[in-house]
């Protein structure tokens, strides 16, 4: 089983709607990520928090805004989002970010549609 | 900038045959790390494997084992006795040393194995 944990596993929202996404971890990792995946597409990294801190911004609109309220914590606040938003989100955490050792663990995801 | 390919598309085998998926890269920088994940329908990428550039042994794990050339840029995974519950999309990605934290993914190979 996984021990990044997101929920919730499937969203339906129209595109007024403001709704969040939540990641949570428990291993004690200190780097957090957000990943859209289209279908039948490889991940594509969106966010990046390294020790509480935003890292990285891969120019996601700002339709979607992350927050780490603390190292175990992330969340994806989601309003007017479009109709080719629906993905799959996928949260992710590793241990020591930038080091060598470094390896990336993922969730379930979450299944996203906007109507 | 890095690459990672994945020619097969899609693979369809009969339960308990062999099966080699193929993984070629292209990046400059001369430390690196190379990882599979599997992708099940449920859509959580699960890892598999991280392998380093600087050590170049070959690993089995199980029915599952890796084989890492330096001088093709490839990176293989063999499935032995392939079983129905290896049905997946599999990704090969790579990180660089000073790639941070992100991960170059594949176009990923999905795996159909039929009983």
């Known amino acids: 089983d996984t021990e990044v944990t997101q929920t919730p596993k499937h969203l339906v929202m129209g595109m007024t709607n403001k709704k969040s996404l939540k990641c949570e971890q428990h291993m004690g990792h200190r780097a957090m990520y957000w990943y859209k995946q289209k279908a039948k597409k490889p991940p594509e990294l969106m966010f990046v928090?390294?020790?509480?801190?935003?890292?990285i911004n891969e120019s996601v609109p700002s339709r979607f805004s992350p927050e780490c309220p603390n190292s175990s914590l992330l969340n994806l606040h989601l309003h007017a989002l479009q109709p080719e938003d629906s993905a799959l989100y996928l949260c992710?955490?590793?241990?020591?970010?930038?080091?060598?050792?470094?390896?990336?663990?993922f969730g379930e995801g979450s299944w996203l549609t906007v109507v | 900038a890095q690459k990672v390919t994945q020619a097969q598309t899609e693979i369809s085998v009969v339960e308990k045959e062999d099966v080699t998926l193929d993984c070629v890269y292209e990046?400059?920088?001369?430390?690196?790390?190379l990882f599979w994940y599997k992708q099940p329908p449920s859509g959580e990428l699960v890892f598999l494997i991280r392998r380093n550039s600087f050590d170049e042994q070959n690993e089995i794990s199980g029915r599952y084992s890796w084989n890492f050339q330096k001088s093709t840029s490839s990176f293989n995974f063999t499935i032995t006795a392939s079983q129905v519950v290896d049905s997946a999309v599999y990704f090969c990605?790579?990180?660089?040393?000073?790639?941070?934290?992100?991960?170059?993914f594949g176009t990923g190979t999905k795996l159909q194995v039929i009983p």
């Open positions: 928090y390294s020790y509480e801190k935003l890292s």
């Open positions: 990046t400059r920088d001369t430390t690196y790390y």
């Open positions: 992710a955490s590793s241990q020591a970010p930038g080091t060598r050792q470094d390896t990336i663990y």
């Open positions: 990605a790579l990180r660089a040393e000073g790639g941070y934290q992100k991960v170059t």
